[in-house]
């Protein structure tokens, strides 16, 4: 069974524009990311759901939802070794 943090991660999708992530289980190398765009709803008053975040390494870049951040066995805030 996964151990709960006692302090859930908490982040503001509209300051996650250049942030940097760790893959936990890196693929193909890839284990640095950065966020370079910050998909913007159509509405103003619709939240944020969607980013891409580009490999370091490879500069491939996927489009998903921002909330996949927050599950701290797959990624981690800034760039660990």
């Known amino acids: 069974m996964p ?22 289980n890196p693929i193909n190398r890839e284990k640095h990311f950065i966020v370079t765009r910050v998909v913007q709803p159509e509405h103003p008053d ?8 580009q490999a370091v ?3 491939r870049t996927q489009t998903l939802r921002w909330q996949v951040l927050l599950d701290s066995e797959e990624w981690w805030q800034g760039w660990k070794p």
């Open 3 to 24: 151990v709960l943090n006692a302090h859930p991660r908490r982040i503001n999708p509209r300051k996650l524009l250049l942030s940097k992530w760790t893959a936990v």
């Open 46 to 53: 619709e939240p944020i759901e969607w980013i891409d975040l």
């Open 57 to 59: 390494l490879s500069k």
